[in-house]
């Protein structure tokens, strides 16, 4: 393959093509650009090509006709991930397509174009169908094409539709296709009522954070043909409860993410244009590309921040600090999804209703519930990990609502029952892993990784219509590894640190039953062991039972 540009136009020769493969030109769009794609020397034995434009941050129109580029049709198409089905078979004129933008700056373009012979792309393994299969076989096998991506469509404005649409909103990301068509060489076609196709969608991440165009571009390369998408992406289970041709996805905000179909009918297969979004709009609102966007929910994050550093390094001289912050917790979250829930105030003033919960509870706590409240944070938290981390065939079970919250209710409730009948592993662990996890989450905040959406993904469940069709299984980056990896590394620090303090105290104790002498001493001159405050506030039978 080769091609040859002007400043108006492009030809595009298919003479040498190779099979399983896609052409690829990156084009740089002036202001106010127009072009024309010429395709020519296309071989005998390619059926039909998709012909794709993605252009980086801005939209542009590809179109059949010249004159309906500066029209709305049924023959044009306005995007930034579009492409077009052209038939090559029995054609033997030059095919042209024309290219559009009217942005008022240059743009970066790839143009590409996925060939698809008469034999759906499997020409390579014929052998190996010839020496196991039958004649006739052999035969269906020599004389049908790939499915036609879009073939069957309903719903889309161009009759025939191998792209994707794609709609952010609420947290979601729905992605839409048309069903595709069989087509026989021979001309006959089955009927899209009794469609025997079968439809696989695909997503891969981009790097967080990155929205260069090369890796914008290099991404897309990567979902282009067939085998490129089964090699590199990750398929998406079809949901019982939505259509087949679409899929619903948590958006994880300022991570890109690429989605592509491919239809199967038998042996031969093709792929839809891939579409891509970044959750938001790094070039007209680079903010909504970042979770904190509001002063004051920095603030809040910085004193999660300072609390958690606070529980780590002195937590294990006052015990109330590690015994509320689980409560403190769990109060916030609820007060958060309360506020999410009855009206749409500013993210500010959700964040505030959500820290006078988190304050209330905690007084609830000190009044008495302290113990209950944190088993129950301990059972949340473990419910929202297994909620997120789900793999991929209990999406079946996830999004139904009647079981997911059964389900989801008995996890805390089991958690919970299970932590009361060991206060002190429970104890434990909570005084290790709640400090330890406001530290992550408000450096996940600031670093924008993907640790938070354990609390955002059931917040949006609770809150969004529609979110348990959602598949929220989020991407695991260096950035999030890395923050799993301080994160165990806290949370040994402080094991270390309250194991140390607790066997301080058991020695000082210890020594208080042989020498009645010291009592005094030690009583005087030991306050920062909170064992031993509570050592001495407590009847004389209680003291050999005293949980360190």
């Not at 966007?293 to 920095?298: E, I, K, P, Q």
């Not at 109060?331 to 500013?346: E, K, P, Q, R, V």
């Not at 434990?428 to 670093?447: E, K, N, P, Q």
Request: charged share 15%; net charge neutral.
């Amino acid at each position: 393959m080769y091609c040859i540009a002007d400043n108006m136009e492009i030809t595009i020769s298919l003479l040498n093509h190779r099979e399983n493969d896609a052409f690829k030109q990156r084009i740089n769009l002036a202001p106010f650009n127009r072009l024309n794609i010429t395709v020519r020397d296309v071989p005998l034995d390619i059926w039909f090509i998709v012909l794709q434009i993605h252009t980086f941050q801005y939209n542009a129109t590809l179109s059949y006709d010249k004159a309906l580029l500066d029209k709305v049709s049924d023959r044009s198409l306005f995007g930034s991930n579009i492409g077009l089905y052209l038939k090559t078979h029995d054609v033997t004129t030059p095919i042209q397509v024309f290219l559009k933008h009217e942005n008022l700056y240059s743009i970066d373009a790839l143009l590409v174009i996925v060939t698809y012979g008469q034999n759906g792309n499997v020409m390579a393994k014929l052998d190996e169908y010839r020496e196991n299969s039958s004649a006739l076989f052999i035969g269906r096998l020599l004389f049908s094409a790939a499915p036609v991506p879009g073939g069957c469509n309903m719903e889309f404005d161009i009759k025939i539709s191998p792209y994707q649409k794609l709609y952010a909103e609420n947290g979601m990301i729905l992605v839409d296709t048309q069903p595709a068509s069989i087509l026989f060489s021979n001309g006959s076609s089955i009927s899209c009522e009794k469609n025997p196709v079968q439809h696989k969608m695909y997503r891969l991440y981009l790097p967080r954070q990155d929205f260069t165009p090369d890796t914008y571009f290099d991404v897309i390369t990567r979902m282009l043909t067939v085998q490129d998408i089964v090699q590199n992406g990750d398929e998406i289970p079809a949901g019982a409860l939505t259509s087949s041709m679409r899929r619903i996805y948590s958006a994880y905000t300022g991570t890109g993410s690429v989605y592509a179909t491919v239809a199967t009918y038998e042996n031969y297969s093709s792929a839809y244009v891939p579409i891509l979004t970044y959750a938001c709009s790094p070039l007209l609102y680079p903010k909504s590309c970042k979770v904190l966007n509001d002063v004051f929910a920095h603030i809040i994050c910085a004193l999660v921040l300072i609390i958690g550093c606070l529980s780590i390094i002195i937590g294990h001289k006052y015990p109330f600090i590690d015994r509320l912050l689980p409560s403190c917790m769990i109060g916030g979250i609820f007060g958060y999804i309360i506020a999410l829930s009855t009206s749409d105030y500013s993210i500010a003033i959700n964040v505030l209703i959500g820290l006078l919960c988190a304050i209330a509870v905690t007084i609830l706590a000190i009044l008495g519930a302290c113990t209950l409240l944190r088993n129950i944070s301990l059972g949340f938290l473990c419910a929202c990990i297994a909620y997120l981390y789900a793999p991929a065939w209990m999406f079946y079970v996830v999004e139904q609502n009647w079981l997911f919250w059964p389900m989801f209710i008995s996890l805390i409730i089991t958690t919970t029952t299970l932590l009361m009948t060991i206060p002190y592993v429970a104890e434990m662990t909570a005084r290790v892993l709640f400090g330890s996890c406001f530290v992550i989450v408000a450096i996940d905040y600031y670093t924008g990784s993907n640790l938070k959406y354990i609390i955002i993904s059931i917040i949006r469940r609770i809150t969004i219509s529609g979110f348990n069709l959602a598949f929220v299984y989020p991407p695991i980056q260096v950035t999030d590894v890395t923050l799993i990896i301080v994160w165990s590394i806290l949370i040994t620090v402080r094991f270390i640190i309250q194991s140390y303090a607790s066997l301080c105290c058991k020695k000082k104790f210890t020594g208080l039953k042989h020498d009645t002498e010291r009592v005094s001493l030690l009583l005087n001159h030991h306050d920062d062991c909170p064992t031993e405050r509570r050592f001495r506030n407590r009847p004389r039978y209680y003291k050999r039972y005293i949980i360190l």
